[in-house]
């Protein structure tokens, strides 16, 4: 069984930081953390950024130089690093996984990131 498992959300004010970790854990050998998705109530979700298999990362407009994703040291891990944080990213953060070969997706419970003005 899949589960990913995400941490770091929470308050901050406008300007500030946060960082956000997502530790995938399974048997599925493919398995590979890749992307963080946003929320918010009303709104359809969107990607946030993206880290492929080689590296290779991509970042939503609204992103503009402030996210950066990585991949963790230590086991399947993708972290964002969210810098310069504004109300408008006030959002439920989840964590996507992919399987290598398959279609098969797999998505986190989501952290609450509350940005105050």
């Known amino acids: 069984q899949v589960q990913l498992v995400e941490s770091g959300g929470g308050l901050a004010q406008a300007g500030g930081s946060l960082r956000l970790s997502c530790a995938a854990s399974?048997?599925?050998?493919?398995?590979?953390?890749r992307a963080w998705y946003r929320q918010v109530p009303g709104k359809e979700r969107e990607l946030v950024a993206d880290?492929?298999?080689?590296?290779?990362?991509y970042y939503g407009d609204f992103v503009k130089g402030r996210f950066f994703i990585s991949r963790g040291v230590v086991g399947k891990t993708v972290i964002l690093q969210m810098n310069s944080l504004e109300p408008a990213d006030t959002a439920v953060y989840y964590c996507?996984?992919?399987?290598?070969?398959?279609?098969?997706?797999?998505w986190g419970q989501g952290t609450q990131v509350t940005v105050s003005s």
């Open positions: 399974g048997s599925i050998s493919g398995l590979l953390p």
């Open positions: 880290i492929n298999g080689d590296g290779t990362t």
């Open positions: 996507y996984a992919s399987e290598l070969g398959t279609p098969n997706e797999y």
